[in-house]
Nanobody
Framework: QVQLVESGGGLVQAGGSLRLSCAAS????????RGWLRQIPGKEREFVAL????????FYADSVKGRFTLSRDKAKNTVWLQMNSLKFEDTALYYC???????????????WGQGTQVTVSS
C-alpha cells in the first residue's frame, strides 16, 4: 500500500515563499509521475505541476509557471514544490499525487496524499 504524506503548508504573505514536500512510503514509486494539484472549496481540483520519474521533465500550469519549481529525489521517494512570489489566488488545499501516466486531470492519478493547506494573505 502506498502512502503519500504532504508537509510544508502554512500561512504566508503575498510575495512570500513556501516549500511543500511529499514523501512516499510503502514501496518505491518506480516509473510514476508525481504531481501536485490544488483545490478550493466549491471548485474542482486543478492541476499545478508534475515531474517525471527521472526528474528531468517537468510541466506546470500556466498560472504557476515561472514561480513554482518541482523537484524529486528518487532515492528518498520524495518530491518538493518550491513556491515563490505567492499570490492570494494560490490559496488552496494542495494535494500530492502519483500516477503512471503524464496527466493533468485528477482521474489520471492513482495515489493521493491527504493535502496540506496553503493560505496567502493579501
Amino acid at each position: 500500500q502506498v502512502q503519500l504524506v504532504e508537509s510544508g503548508g502554512g500561512l504566508v504573505q503575498a510575495g512570500g515563499s513556501l516549500r511543500l514536500s511529499c514523501a512516499a512510503s510503502g514501496r518505491t514509486l518506480s516509473g510514476y509521475f508525481r504531481g501536485w494539484l490544488r483545490q478550493i472549496p466549491g471548485k474542482e481540483r486543478e492541476f499545478v505541476a508534475l515531474i517525471g520519474w527521472s526528474g528531468g521533465s517537468t510541466f506546470y500550469a500556466d498560472s504557476v509557471k515561472g514561480r513554482f519549481t518541482l523537484s524529486r529525489d528518487k532515492a528518498k521517494n520524495t518530491v518538493w514544490l518550491q513556491m515563490n512570489s505567492l499570490k492570494f489566488e494560490d490559496t488552496a488545499l494542495y494535494y500530492c499525487a502519483a500516477g503512471l501516466r503524464f496527466g493533468v486531470r485528477p482521474s489520471e492519478y492513482n495515489y493521493w496524499g491527504q493535502g496540506t493547506q496553503v493560505t496567502v494573505s493579501s
